[in-house]
């Protein structure tokens, strides 16, 4: 069981990286110039698509390890904040700082989830858009360790 937890894992984190890497010049053109409306919609389901896929490990970890997925309104900030907590089964996932900035994305996609793209804003959306893939990468190196602890 253990092997295809890490299985799934492996998965989402690839699908992470080719949404990053199909959106490069995406990201690469935010560096020189302000989104037009249409971008800034795809870059907020980029956003979008990068939360849920860290969410869907966090609910593999917590399924299949924890054997516990937290339940009510606040599940996805119990779930962020229950990977950031040693257990008998394995030790912490994440540290405090990627938790905090993981919340960011988190919040991102409940207002997206709920409002329409015509209301997006980039002087809102620009730290999370430019800052994204360090994020990523952060967390990645985390997930992966976490993996290589698990498997050990």
């Given at each position: 069981m253990l092997e295809t937890i890490v299985s799934d894992i492996k998965f989402e984190i690839g699908q992470i990286d080719q949404l990053f890497t199909?959106?490069?010049d995406l990201f690469e053109q935010?560096?020189?110039?302000?989104p037009s409306m249409v971008e800034l919609a795809?870059?907020?389901t980029i956003l979008h698509s990068?939360?849920?896929g860290i969410e869907n490990i966090f609910r593999r970890i917590a399924k299949g390890i924890d054997e516990k997925i937290p339940e009510g309104v606040a599940w996805h900030r119990l779930l962020l904040?229950?990977?950031t907590k040693p257990n008998s089964s394995r030790q912490a996932v994440l540290t405090a700082k990627s938790e905090n900035q993981l919340k960011q994305y988190l919040n991102f996609?409940?207002?997206f989830r709920h409002s329409y793209s015509f209301v997006l804003d980039w002087d809102e959306m620009q730290d999370l858009a430019l800052s994204v893939?360090?994020?990523w990468e952060e967390t990645k190196s985390e997930l992966l360790a976490f993996l290589n602890q698990m498997s050990a």
């Open positions: 199909a959106y490069a935010l560096e020189n110039e302000a795809a870059i907020a990068f939360y849920n904040a229950q990977m996609r409940h207002f893939e360090a994020v």
